[in-house]
Nanobody, 118 residues
Protein backbone atom coordinates (compact mmCIF):
# COMPACT_ATOMS: atom_id res chain seq x y z
CA UNK A 1 0.00 0.00 0.00
CA UNK A 2 1.05 3.54 -0.76
CA UNK A 3 -0.39 6.74 0.63
CA UNK A 4 0.02 10.14 -1.01
CA UNK A 5 -0.87 13.47 0.59
CA UNK A 6 -0.90 16.77 -1.29
CA UNK A 7 -0.46 20.26 0.09
CA UNK A 8 0.16 23.77 -1.15
CA UNK A 9 -2.95 24.74 -3.07
CA UNK A 10 -4.61 28.12 -2.74
CA UNK A 11 -5.75 31.30 -4.43
CA UNK A 12 -3.38 33.29 -6.62
CA UNK A 13 -3.71 36.04 -9.20
CA UNK A 14 -3.03 35.41 -12.85
CA UNK A 15 0.69 35.54 -13.54
CA UNK A 16 1.53 34.37 -10.04
CA UNK A 17 3.13 31.19 -8.76
CA UNK A 18 2.32 28.31 -6.46
CA UNK A 19 4.19 25.21 -5.36
CA UNK A 20 2.39 21.98 -4.63
CA UNK A 21 3.90 19.18 -2.59
CA UNK A 22 3.08 15.49 -2.54
CA UNK A 23 4.45 13.22 0.16
CA UNK A 24 4.41 9.46 -0.29
CA UNK A 25 4.51 6.83 2.41
CA UNK A 26 4.05 3.07 2.67
CA UNK A 27 5.53 0.57 0.22
CA UNK A 28 7.85 3.12 -1.36
CA UNK A 29 10.10 0.61 -3.13
CA UNK A 30 7.21 -0.26 -5.43
CA UNK A 31 6.81 3.26 -6.81
CA UNK A 32 8.27 3.83 -10.27
CA UNK A 33 6.68 7.18 -11.05
CA UNK A 34 4.75 10.01 -9.43
CA UNK A 35 3.05 13.06 -10.76
CA UNK A 36 0.00 15.24 -11.00
CA UNK A 37 -3.35 15.36 -12.72
CA UNK A 38 -5.97 18.07 -12.46
CA UNK A 39 -9.70 18.29 -12.86
CA UNK A 40 -11.67 21.45 -13.48
CA UNK A 41 -15.44 21.61 -12.90
CA UNK A 42 -17.31 19.88 -15.70
CA UNK A 43 -14.13 18.60 -17.33
CA UNK A 44 -12.26 15.32 -17.42
CA UNK A 45 -9.19 14.75 -15.32
CA UNK A 46 -6.10 15.67 -17.33
CA UNK A 47 -2.40 14.89 -16.98
CA UNK A 48 -0.24 17.76 -15.75
CA UNK A 49 3.23 16.40 -15.04
CA UNK A 50 5.05 13.18 -14.23
CA UNK A 51 8.48 12.11 -13.04
CA UNK A 52 10.01 8.65 -12.92
CA UNK A 53 12.31 7.29 -10.26
CA UNK A 54 15.10 7.93 -12.75
CA UNK A 55 14.18 11.58 -12.96
CA UNK A 56 12.63 11.59 -16.41
CA UNK A 57 9.91 14.22 -16.61
CA UNK A 58 6.92 14.62 -18.88
CA UNK A 59 4.48 17.49 -19.45
CA UNK A 60 1.60 18.26 -21.80
CA UNK A 61 1.95 21.27 -24.07
CA UNK A 62 -0.56 23.23 -21.98
CA UNK A 63 1.87 23.57 -19.06
CA UNK A 64 5.27 23.03 -20.67
CA UNK A 65 7.62 25.91 -19.87
CA UNK A 66 5.43 27.08 -16.98
CA UNK A 67 5.28 24.07 -14.65
CA UNK A 68 8.22 22.12 -13.29
CA UNK A 69 8.05 18.81 -11.46
CA UNK A 70 10.86 17.69 -9.19
CA UNK A 71 11.48 15.15 -6.47
CA UNK A 72 13.33 14.90 -3.19
CA UNK A 73 14.08 11.22 -2.74
CA UNK A 74 15.25 11.70 0.84
CA UNK A 75 11.85 13.11 1.77
CA UNK A 76 9.83 10.86 -0.57
CA UNK A 77 8.23 14.03 -1.85
CA UNK A 78 7.40 15.35 -5.29
CA UNK A 79 6.92 19.03 -6.00
CA UNK A 80 5.07 20.91 -8.71
CA UNK A 81 6.29 24.46 -9.23
CA UNK A 82 3.66 26.39 -11.16
CA UNK A 83 4.63 29.75 -12.66
CA UNK A 84 2.82 32.19 -14.93
CA UNK A 85 -0.49 30.79 -13.76
CA UNK A 86 -3.59 31.38 -15.86
CA UNK A 87 -7.28 31.31 -14.90
CA UNK A 88 -7.61 28.13 -16.99
CA UNK A 89 -5.20 26.43 -14.58
CA UNK A 90 -7.93 26.56 -11.94
CA UNK A 91 -8.72 23.01 -10.88
CA UNK A 92 -8.36 20.42 -8.17
CA UNK A 93 -4.87 18.99 -8.46
CA UNK A 94 -4.37 15.33 -7.63
CA UNK A 95 -1.07 13.64 -6.92
CA UNK A 96 -0.58 10.05 -8.00
CA UNK A 97 1.94 7.32 -7.29
CA UNK A 98 2.37 4.54 -9.85
CA UNK A 99 3.24 1.32 -8.06
CA UNK A 100 4.30 -2.02 -9.50
CA UNK A 101 4.52 -5.10 -7.28
CA UNK A 102 2.92 -8.05 -9.02
CA UNK A 103 0.32 -5.88 -10.69
CA UNK A 104 0.18 -2.16 -11.40
CA UNK A 105 -1.70 0.09 -9.02
CA UNK A 106 -2.16 3.85 -9.11
CA UNK A 107 -2.65 5.53 -5.75
CA UNK A 108 -4.28 8.95 -5.57
CA UNK A 109 -4.22 11.75 -3.06
CA UNK A 110 -7.29 13.59 -1.88
CA UNK A 111 -6.66 16.61 -4.10
CA UNK A 112 -5.81 20.23 -3.44
CA UNK A 113 -7.65 23.22 -4.89
CA UNK A 114 -5.80 25.73 -7.04
CA UNK A 115 -7.73 28.87 -7.99
CA UNK A 116 -6.27 31.49 -10.32
CA UNK A 117 -8.13 34.78 -10.45
CA UNK A 118 -8.06 37.05 -13.47
Amino acid sequence: QVQVVESGGGLVQAGGSLRLSCAASGTLFSINAMGWYRQAPGKQREFVAGITTGGVTNYPDSVKGRFTISRDNAKNTVYLQMNSLKPEDTAVYYCYAHSVVVTTTVYWGQGTQVTVSS
